[in-house]
């Protein structure tokens, strides 16, 4: 099972994570009373890497409409160069007592706050990214809540002028999410849905077509019309939701429906948990 959810975050935690270990090793090795290496070199590495981030961070910040991601992504900024400094504070005391235990406190600590706060900076960017793809599904989904009211094919052709620019936006980037996605079960069931919105697209517009001709000739069967068209609606509602719904989870336990009631509870423990923890870290 994939440790994160995306492979971008994957890509750019994984060598902090690397670099971070090799820190936290060596400090383990001198638990038993040995003196610490010269940690100058691999402190050094793990500040650029973090110096990097933090420009990033801030370009992101700034070029940025999104208000949500504008004030998280501060605390996770701070965070992140707060653990950085303990590190390069941590080797300079080594470096002139390499049995300090202050500064074998400050290296843990800042080596957890390097991982805490690389992974909250790019949770923050990907939820932003999340949130305009949402606003893109939620697009469609206002369309297609007026379906129902368009009773001439002039009406229908600006429905249709409007419509096909969102809807293929949403399958590029609800294409593009997918295939960075590192949980299978996500991707497929995006992708599932995905290919049911393409397809019941012109199935929709054919059924809007039908009904709009047969209240025109003033015909029998509008009301069949209207049920099938509010049918093919009510089901490219429904899959645009779930591919919401999707888009939002970062764990594969948040997609298992079939738990008893105690995992469930455990479940939503976790969930209280890891909340709380990020309000702890946002107070910080």
């Known amino acids: 099972m994939p440790v994160f959810h995306t492979k971008t975050i994957e890509g750019i935690l ?6 971070v270990s090799r820190l936290v090793i060596l400090h383990e090795e001198a638990e038993d ?4 290496p010269d940690l100058e070199r691999p402190v050094q590495a793990v500040s650029c890497a973090v110096a990097n981030l933090v420009k990033v961070g801030k370009e992101t910040i700034n070029s940025s409409d999104d208000p949500i991601l504008k004030q998280d992504m501060p605390a996770a900024l701070y965070r992140v160069e707060g653990a950085s400094k303990l590190l390069e504070e941590a080797s300079g005391m080594l470096k002139v007592d390499p049995y300090s235990g202050p500064a074998r406190k400050k290296l843990i600590e800042g080596s957890r706050g390097i991982l805490q706060g690389t992974s909250s900076l790019l949770l923050c960017f990907d939820e932003s990214e999340v949130r305009k793809i949402i606003r893109e599904c939620k697009k469609v989904l206002d369309y297609l809540a007026v379906a129902e009211v368009i009773e001439t094919m002039e009406d229908l052709v600006q429905f249709l002028k409007d419509l096909s620019p969102c809807l293929s936006k949403v399958s590029r980037e609800v294409g593009s999410r997918e295939k960075e996605l590192t949980h299978q079960v996500h991707r497929e069931i995006l992708v599932r ?3 049911q919105v393409k397809t019941l697209a012109p199935i929709l517009i054919c059924s809007m077509k039908i009904f709009i001709h047969i209240i025109s000739q003033g015909g029998k069967g509008a009301e ?3 049920e099938n068209r509010n049918y093919l609606t009510s089901r490219m509602t429904d899959e645009l939701h779930e591919i919401i719904r999707v888009l939002q989870l970062t764990t594969y336990d948040e997609d298992e429906w079939d738990a008893d009631n105690l995992t469930v509870m455990k479940k939503a423990q976790n969930a209280i948990q890891s909340k709380i923890r990020n309000a702890k870290d ?3």
């Not at 994984?14 to 670099?19: K, T």
């Open 224 to 226: 069949e019309a209207a």
């Open 33 to 36: 009373g040995n003196a610490m």
């Open 14 to 19: 994984e060598p902090v994570a690397q670099q």
């Open 193 to 195: 849905c995905l290919d």
């Open 282 to 284: 946002w107070l910080e």
